[in-house]
């Protein structure tokens, strides 16, 4: 059975601080693919990265960057320099290759506060 | 135009009320969604359209009735719901479906059944 854990139900930081959400995920499948969600106040969730389980690249845009590591099933997401609209709920989620509209295991989220 | 649309925004009704949440899309995707979520959870799915055809129904009950108009819209009609139905409701569409897909979101209605 596919699961998705973030183990940090909370966080708040201050502005300028980084910040890293974690997320550990645990699947049998040789195929899979790892997303990231945030989900601001307003409601809608909002794709930030998509990453498959052959691509083991860090990757970076602007102050976002994830480290994924296959060895320890890790997906780990690193805010630089936080702002207060960084403030939301964020998803990590695992989606396994027999996957065809079902299965989209969303984590239970980490509410991240950047305050001022 | 990469919005996914969500009508109304918030919903007050009672158990005996019938209403309809709406749902529109012009990026040309073919799999829609409902999903719900709960205060302080993630989504949960509820059906899944893929070409307009109901793909997937997650054991929901009869009192949530979804329909596929078109490839731009989604509607998910509601009746006698009960207290516990109260919840965001998410819409959200995709290319296709298939592991790899993106989903992109509405921002919900919030539904409150006194």
């Known amino acids: 059975a596919q699961k998705v854990t973030q183990a940090q139900t909370e966080i708040s930081v201050v502005e300028k601080e980084d910040v890293t959400l974690d997320c550990v995920y645990e699947t049998r499948d040789t195929t899979y693919y790892l997303f990231w969600y945030k989900q601001p106040p307003s409601g809608e969730l909002v794709f930030l990265i998509r990453r498959n389980s052959f691509d083991e690249q860090n990757e970076i845009s602007g102050r976002y960057s994830w480290n994924f590591q296959k060895s320890t099933s890790s997906f780990n997401f690193t805010i630089t320099a936080s702002q207060v609209v960084d403030s939301a709920v964020y998803f990590c989620?695992?989606?396994?290759?027999?996957?065809?509209?079902?299965?989209?295991?969303f984590g239970p989220g980490t509410r991240l506060s950047v305050l001022p | 135009d990469t919005e996914v649309t969500q009508t109304p925004k918030h919903l007050v009704m009672g158990m005996t009320n019938k209403k309809s949440l709406k749902c529109e899309q012009h990026?040309?995707?073919?799999?829609m969604y409902w999903y719900k979520q709960k205060a302080k959870k993630p989504p949960e799915l509820m059906f899944v359209y893929s070409y307009e055809k109901l793909s997937i129904n997650e054991s929901v009950p009869s009192r949530f009735s979804p329909e596929c108009p078109n490839s731009s819209l989604l509607n998910l009609h509601l009746h006698a719901l009960q207290p516990e139905d109260s919840a965001l409701y998410l819409c959200?569409?995709?290319?296709?479906?298939?592991?790899?897909?993106?989903?992109?979101f509405g921002s919900g209605t919030q539904l409150s059944v006194l």
């Open positions: 990026m040309g995707h073919r799999a």
């Open positions: 989620a695992l989606s396994e290759s027999g996957n065809y509209g079902q299965n989209f295991v």
């Open positions: 959200a569409s995709s290319q296709a479906i298939g592991p790899n897909e993106k989903l992109f």
